[in-house]
């Protein structure tokens, strides 16, 4: 009597002693490709279909995660919708303005920016205003990073349209001024003056708002075969020792660098992904706030990888993951459909090994993984 | 009136308490009728002065439904039927029936026994209640009257729990209590036919919800009991007689079997008989799956899970039982419970919500020393945690539902109105439906634009097709004709048709006006020129000159007099029927400026 799918089931949660300290799988009404946290206790989700209306949702985590004793007294495992707001263009970036209760989306059709206001008296997003901020560029849209001491967002489609914009006034207060037309992944606000780039070749940079355009960066890696594509993540500055860039290909390679010297990589892996990734949009690698060199990786398929980069050196390894979350997979309801991509992921900022991931399939899962090596 | 009334007497943003008001073309139907757990006074009941000042509630309310047996939707019926007075029919579907007077005598108990309180309603009153209940089947329309008709929706959530539709002529509201749209193991989803309500009236405390899976629940729960037989301690999980016991019983011997498992698995006995005999009787409320399995084997002939005797109790080693009552408030449960409690490898976990003044609610509560009869101290240090498997709707569940229904408007209780209104824009855009949010107290009128069907009597049909131009489709057509009302009755002819019905003489109105002008001639002259004048001008009428000297211009009639007191004027007398008043006045006016001069 019992299907396939709940054979499949029971037998990966049997694992649940070393598997998970802590898992909750919940079904969103549609996918989302941004997981923006507010506080350590919200996160922002934003749907991404064209042609229909999408919703951007502020969600508060189930209270039960924020409990550290007595979690069995705290029945609370849902998410709240705390607010929400409609838009009708398809959001790729959303980015919360730190203590402000404003948001940046950008997305498509269209190359803009659109600033949203959470209302304080009810439970709406609005959104405020909307810009332009260049010519269409076809299937292309704005990156974006937020400063947090005076309110501006850094934006960008291509190297040659990076900007800093004053979200109060508008004004725009930093160009990069060059006519460099190479296409961004990933941007990343270090402190109030430094930001970092990545581009989809590969080149990565670092660049200091207060001097006129003049990164510290790689040169672009070797072209390999077509359809390549890069994405970056810098660890912020408190994090502990160990190179502070780590970069992924849409090939399965990782590589460390360090901001002293970007021209030569630390060290560079390959990762046992299946490639080529169907999406390399998806692509995303972060650091782990809370725990030393490790980083989570997620976009080629249906898994969310963890890897501990402590003892890697050298270049070309093979390397394997700490902890694969497979959640998405074994969950996945469809039914035969494509098998589900983890469209993006993102660590909780107190919690050191609690993750979030959301799927293709609307899935949105929270987990807590168990370090499976013996503890000294 | 062509309005349909909603009044929210408990429900309607405050939880608990489910109790709404609803006038439709007349009747006055009262939804739910619950029961407030978090007051211990007369705020815990529904405000019923709200229905009617003074007069009887049985003369103003045509009936009473209850959607299903929780406490907080049938909680004060009791009260309500016998304290306050009520004596017309309370409809619910059979389930609710049978396990209403269970929960509300447990809840007696313990209000009256537990917590000494007066003024509660008696186990005598419960009885009374109940002869008053009409039981209904799924999708069996009830003639409350002949007017007013009730069909009851499978709802899922809980054994017996419907949705209802409530249906005058062509005006309806549709009710759905607690629903839930996914499937559980022991319950299927609710589901409505594209019914189309004017109204459509929905709970919305999860709304803004998005529910854990519940296979995480499940996990969650299969590991918290694993570890801690693993570690030798005793679980116990006390449950109501039906429902999530049968769930989590199917769901440990599952698991019990896939890891190969010896620890011992007890249901108390009372439970076995109760819950087989309900589940017999009620077997198609469940889904598909318990179906097929009741009628492989019996309910509770599981491998791994046995029948309990007390003695067990006292067993060394880990084991699992289910014992009755869920709250913790008497029975099985409780002995068990102080047996075990002073042992932390022990785990108790409640499946539900519980009842101030119950142990297992002062247990949730975190209380750790607990007073027991006879100024007994018992100190709970076995763990204890709440693992809820109750089914609401979520945000998507809600859309799902107004989906298939598709009513013209939606109404929200139980939500809090300022953390609403992105849910109410989100039905009114995506469903184009209006979305109401009353607070408790607050009526909502509805107009509605009901259809009243008019018979036409075929000779005036036949008189407008005779016009020529067919009738289209969607334009509306006008017709002139007389609406005889007799009874319900409603029909349409043709104005000499309903004289002769109603034996009356057909009136003639005739009007007369003088208009004066300044003429020397005779009157006869006089007529001439205005034959003249009129011929010419009124080129489309048939104006005629008649041997008598008057003039008519179709069926009006102009006579020229003379001027009683002024010899150099004139008088022209003009008259025209009712149905010639268009151009009685046009002439009147016409002549008023005057004849032209004679060249």
């Not at chain 2, 304290?83 to 609710?96: A, E, L, Q, S």
């Not at chain 2, 296979?215 to 918290?224: A, G, H, T």
Request: glycine fraction near 8%; aromatic fraction near 8%; hydrophobic fraction near 35%.
């Amino acid at each position: 009597m019992r299907t396939e799918a709940q054979e499949s089931w029971l037998a990966w949660s049997q694992r649940l002693g070393g598997g998970y300290q802590d898992f909750h799988a919940f079904d969103l009404s549609a996918p989302t490709r941004v997981l923006e946290w507010i506080g350590d206790k919200g996160v922002f989700i934003a749907g991404y279909e064209s042609l229909k209306k999408n919703e951007i949702l502020h969600l508060m985590l189930p209270p039960r995660l924020s409990v550290k004793e007595n979690q069995g007294l705290f029945p609370e495992r849902d998410f709240k919708v705390s607010h929400g707001g409609f838009s009708d263009r398809a959001i790729l970036e959303l980015k919360h303005v730190p203590d402000t209760r404003l948001l940046v989306t950008s997305g498509l059709p269209g190359c803009y920016l659109r600033l949203w206001h959470i209302t304080e008296d009810s439970d709406v997003i609005k959104a405020v205003s909307t810009i332009s901020v260049q010519e269409k560029a076809g299937d292309l849209w704005p990156r974006l990073a937020v400063f947090s001491m005076v309110p501006r967002v850094l934006h960008g489609v291509q190297l040659s349209s990076l900007q800093v914009v004053d979200l109060e006034s508008w004004k725009t207060t930093y160009s990069s001024g060059v006519t460099d037309s190479e296409e961004l992944s990933n941007l990343q606000v270090l402190d109030g003056d430094t930001f970092a780039f990545c581009c989809t070749s590969g080149r990565l940079g670092l660049v200091d708002t207060r001097q006129p355009w003049a990164p510290l960066e790689n040169p672009s890696p070797s072209p390999g075969s077509g359809g390549q594509r890069w994405c970056a993540e810098v660890k912020d500055r408190g994090q502990g020792p160990g190179p502070c860039f780590s970069s992924l290909c849409t090939d399965g390679q990782l590589c460390l660098l360090d901001a002293r010297d970007l021209f030569h990589p630390v060290s560079s892996v390959q990762c046992p992904v299946t490639t080529p990734s169907p999406d390399p949009e998806l692509l995303r690698v972060t650091w782990a706030p809370g725990l030393d060199n490790c980083l989570a990786v997620s976009g080629f398929d249906g898994t969310v990888q963890v890897y501990d980069v402590t003892s890697w050196e050298g270049m070309g390894s093979q390397v394997k993951p700490l902890f694969t979350h497979r959640g998405h997979i074994f969950l996945d309801e469809s039914k035969g459909d494509t098998a589900p991509l983890v469209t993006t992921h993102t660590w909780h900022p107190c919690k050191p090994r609690t993750l979030l991931s959301s799927a293709s399939d609307a899935s949105l899962h929270v987990w807590d993984w168990v370090d499976p090596r013996p503890s000294c | 009136m062509p309005e349909i009334r909603v009044t929210p007497l408990g429900a309607g943003q405050d939880v608990g308490r489910s109790c709404i008001l609803v006038s439709i073309a007349g009747k006055n139907v009262m939804l739910d009728c619950g029961m407030h757990m978090g007051f211990n006074d007369d705020r815990r009941f529904p405000d019923f002065s709200y229905i009617t000042q003074n007069g009887r509630l049985t003369d103003f309310l045509d009936c009473v439904i209850i959607s299903h047996f929780h406490l907080d939707h049938c909680g004060a019926l009791p009260y309500f039927s016998e304290m306050v007075g009520y004596d017309g029919p309370i409809y619910m579907t059979h389930p609710t029936q049978a396990i209403c007077p269970i929960l509300l005598e447990d809840y007696r108990k313990i209000a009256v026994d537990k917590k000494g309180e007066a003024n509660f309603f008696t186990s005598q009153m419960i009885k009374d209640c109940m002869k008053k209940v009409v039981a209904v089947h799924l999708h069996q329309t009830v003639q409350v009257d002949d007017e007013l008709e009730i069909k009851a929706y499978y709802a899922g959530h809980v054994l017996g729990a419907a949705m209802f539709q409530i249906k005058v002529g062509s005006e309806s509201v549709v009710y759905t209590g607690d629903y839930n749209m996914t499937p559980d193991r022991h319950l299927g989803a609710a589901w409505i036919d594209k019914c189309r309500p004017n109204l459509l009236i929905t709970e919305s405390t999860y709304a803004t919800t998005i529910r854990d899976s519940k296979r995480c629940r499940e996990r969650d729960f299969l590991k918290k009991v694993h570890e801690t037989v693993e570690r030798g301690g005793k679980v116990l999980i006390p449950v109501f007689a039906l429902g999530r016991a049968q769930e989590l019983c199917i769901l440990l011997e599952t698991f019990w079997e896939r890891m190969n498992l010896k620890v011992p698995i007890y249901f108390s006995t009372g439970l076995t008989e109760k819950a087989n005999h309900y589940y017999k009787l009620f077997i198609t409320w469940t889904n598909q799956k318990i179906r097929k399995t009741f009628v492989q084997r019996n309910m509770f002939e599981f491998k791994h899970i046995k029948a309990f005797d007390r003695a067990f109790a006292d067993n060394p080693g880990p084991m699992v039982v289910f014992a009755t009552p869920g709250m913790l408030h008497a029975g099985q449960s409780l002995q068990i419970f102080r047996k075990w409690a002073g042992n932390e490898k022990n785990m108790v976990i409640m499946p539900g919500y519980c009842v101030q003044g119950t142990v297992g609610h002062k247990i949730l509560s975190g209380q750790r020393k607990l007073e027991m009869e006879g100024r007994q101290v018992l100190e709970v240090k076995m763990q204890v945690e709440y693992m809820s498997f109750s089914a609401h709707a979520d945000a998507k569940g809600i859309m799902q539902l107004v989906g298939q229904a598709e009513p013209e408007s939606v109404l929200l209780v139980h939500g809090e109105a300022k953390k609403m209104g992105f849910l109410r824009q989100k039905i009114e855009q995506e469903l184009r439906v209006s979305c109401y949010m009353p607070a408790n107290g607050e009526t909502v009128t509805l107009p509605t634009s009901p259809s009243i069907p008019v018979g036409i009597s075929l000779g005036l049909l036949k008189r407008e097709m005779a016009q020529g131009l067919l009738p289209e489709a969607k334009k509306p057509r006008l017709l002139h004709g007389t609406l005889i009302m007799k009874d319900s009755n409603f029909r349409l002819v043709s104005s000499e048709q309903a004289l002769k019905e109603l034996g009356l003489a057909e009136h003639q109105l005739r009007f007369t006006c003088r208009v004066h002008l300044q003429d020397t001639r005779k009157e006869q002259e006089m007529a001439l020129r205005v034959y003249s004048h009129l011929k010419s001008t009124l080129k489309d009428h048939c104006v005629q000159h008649l041997p008598d000297g008057s003039v008519t211009v179709e069926s009006i009639l102009i006579q020229a007099a003379a001027h009683s007191e002024d010899p150099g004027a004139k008088v022209l007398l003009v008259s025209w029927t009712y149905q010639d008043e268009e151009l009685g006045s046009f002439l009147t006016a016409l002549l008023k400026k005057g004849l032209p001069q004679t060249p």
